[in-house]
């Protein structure tokens, strides 16, 4: 059983930074994709960003140029680096892993990011 946990988030001004982090109890990057994904109030939960195997990212229109994400091999930690934040990414971020091989998607309990003006 995977386990993914969140850390980072927290209580910034528009235009401000903050970095997520999603450690993994197991290493499982070459065989999970990792993605970010967040949830705002009401709302249904939106993929953010992601990063396949072969390292390939994508990311949602609405944060391409302000975010960007990575991992750590060593330490089987996913990053979710933001900048230039803006109210509407207000949301609580989920870090997520899908294992094909598995078939099986993991979430982790979700960080609370709040911007605020």
């Known amino acids: 059983q995977v386990q993914l946990v969140e850390s980072g988030g927290g209580s910034v001004q528009v235009g401000g930074s903050l970095k997520l982090s999603c450690k993994s109890s197991?290493?499982?990057?070459?065989?999970?994709?990792m993605d970010w994904y967040r949830q705002a109030p009401g709302k249904e939960r939106d993929l953010v960003a992601g990063?396949?195997?072969?390292?390939?990212?994508t990311f949602a229109d609405s944060v391409k140029g302000r975010f960007s994400i990575s991992q750590d091999h060593a330490k089987n930690t996913l990053y979710l680096q933001m900048d230039n934040l803006k109210i509407e990414d207000t949301a609580v971020y989920f870090c997520?892993?899908?294992?094909?091989?598995?078939?099986?998607?993991?979430w982790g309990q979700g960080t609370q990011v709040t911007v605020s003006s």
């Open positions: 990063i396949s195997t072969r390292g390939t990212t």
């Open positions: 197991q290493y499982i990057f070459s065989t999970c994709e």
């Open positions: 997520s892993a899908y294992c094909p091989g598995a078939g099986l998607r993991y």
